[in-house]
């Protein structure tokens, strides 16, 4: 049976009816742009993420432009962030006119390591962007005492994470000065198309992130700033609002498929498991191990139909596009090592025990155990 990296044909499956009439109710309003879907979905995510704000966004990747944006950084800035990462992480930094500077990870969660972050500082710097990656939060708190800067929790993969901190759960995009969230279809809570959102306890920079949506100006037709058209669209807030009472129960499969994982891993020396740390409750966005000959085993896999995925096989300081930045191979050696290493395989919600124990069995045979 073949086992697909994701099968969201399978989610949609289940929960067809809801979001059809979802999506009918605001094609019968013909209402498009903004609007009460947009209102809601933005509250649900606020109280899921314990924010006193949230504010929808035409993607992921705007939610980070926009976050920069508001925090009025540009030209001549620094902004450190981790270079095992989606590009879209630091091509926002450059799109502001700003320097991504990176700091190597930490080798355990592949998340920004609080020292490095530190270490990266300059009189220049003026925001650092960790990222949640693979659905595991990174250590906020310690970032953000190391670091000294406004946060940018890049949380594309990251909704509904939590992270134990002082006696208390906290939630992805809580702590930062601005969280972002990302509604890719593969996302954990994926739209039917591009979205994205952002959140923050900050009054003063909720409101200006809703002014950098629709060109900058506050009422219409005025324009205290230049911003962008980056709303989040009506009908995609719609089928997000049907699919966000699902989430919880989707990342806890996730979680479930992932014990599964270890637990058929766990006598098997070439594979790494993930670690999520003791403080930490992952959502698995991606559930991703560590493996010599990488690359053959997952010609292996998909010789037997087993969807994978390596993200990310080449870290941000090694892209062409970033070659001005005057970065070395060997400068960042923790996150060179993980883009040879990484393997994520197949742990969507729906995926059924033959079908995980298929994966055990393909990856066990590669290594002849
Ligand atoms: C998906 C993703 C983004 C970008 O989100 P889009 O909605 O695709 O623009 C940014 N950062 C990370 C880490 C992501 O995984």
Not at 120 to 143: C, I, N
Not at 346 to 364: F, S
Request: glycine fraction near 8%; include cysteine; charged fraction near 20%.
């Amino acid at each position: 049976m073949p086992v697909p990296l994701l099968d969201l044909k399978a989610q949609h499956a289940a929960i067809r009816d809801d979001v059809v009439a979802a999506m009918m109710r605001v094609v019968d309003d013909q209402t498009f742009i903004l609007g009460r879907p947009v209102e809601e979905l933005e509250a649900d995510v606020a109280t899921l993420s314990k924010t006193k704000h949230a504010i929808g966004c035409a993607s992921g990747t705007d939610a980070l432009l926009l976050a920069l944006r508001a925090l009025d950084i540009g030209r001549g800035d620094e902004v450190i962030t981790t270079p095992f990462t989606f590009f879209a992480t630091a091509g926002t930094i450059h799109n502001v006119g700003a320097t991504p500077v990176f700091a190597d990870i930490d080798p355990r969660t592949f998340n920004l390591d609080p020292a490095a972050a530190a270490a990266a500082r300059t009189t220049r710097s003026k925001a650092v962007v960790p990222v949640d990656l693979f659905g595991q939060m990174a250590p906020l708190e310690l970032v953000r005492e190391a670091v000294g800067l406004p946060v940018i929790e890049d949380a594309a993969q990251s909704i509904g994470a939590r992270r134990h901190v002082c006696g208390e759960w906290v939630m992805a995009g809580q702590i930062a000065t601005i969280g972002t969230f990302s509604f890719f279809p593969s996302k954990n809570l994926g739209g039917y198309g591009d979205g994205g959102m952002m959140v923050t306890n900050d009054d003063a920079l909720a409101e200006r992130l809703r002014r950098l949506r629709v060109h900058g100006g506050a009422k219409q037709y005025f324009h205290d700033e230049v911003g962008y058209n980056s709303r989040l669209d009506t009908l995609q807030a719609a089928v997000l609002h049907a699919k966000l009472p699902h989430l919880a129960g989707w990342s806890a499969a996730r979680r479930r498929n992932a014990a599964h994982y270890d637990a058929g891993f766990a006598d098997v020396p070439e594979v790494a498991t993930p670690v999520v740390l003791p403080e930490s409750e992952s959502i698995y966005n991606q559930y991703t191990i560590r493996v010599p000959r990488r690359d053959a085993l997952q010609a292996h896999l998909k010789a037997r139909g087993i969807g994978s995925n390596v993200y990310y096989p080449l870290p941000m300081h090694l892209q062409p596009c970033f070659a001005y930045l005057g970065c070395k191979e060997g400068q960042f050696p923790e996150a060179e090592r993980a883009a040879q290493e990484v393997l994520s395989l197949p742990v969507y919600p729906e995926l059924t025990t033959a079908q995980l124990d298929e994966v055990i069995a393909a990856v066990r045979g590669f290594y002849g155990r």
